[in-house]
């Protein structure tokens, strides 16, 4: 997942070098953590959040596959 993520993320972004996407596991929901350049967060972000929200609902159709729950969070 933290693959699938990473990959986004790239994509959306212009600064490639300042990604950091982190993933921890507790209590049965995986929290993956993304942190990128201070420039680029709207951009992963969007507009009204729509992009932020469609990446949760990628993750949450992924964990829906696999019987696992994530959360991701956009850290500023």
């Known amino acids: 997942m933290v693959e699938l993520v990473t990959y986004i993320v790239e994509q959306l972004v212009d600064d490639k070098s300042a990604i950091n996407v982190t993933s921890q596991a507790a209590d049965g929901v995986e929290t993956i953590s993304i942190r990128v350049a201070e420039a680029d967060v709207g951009k992963v972000i969007g507009k009204q959040g729509k992009i932020a929200m469609s990446i949760r609902a990628l993750a949450k159709a992924v964990?829906?596959?696999?019987?696992?729950?994530?959360?991701?969070?956009?850290?500023?």
Do not use: M, T
């Not at 964990?63 to 500023?76: L, P, V």
């Open 63 to 76: 964990g829906a596959k696999e019987g696992k729950r994530y959360n991701i969070e956009i850290e500023d």
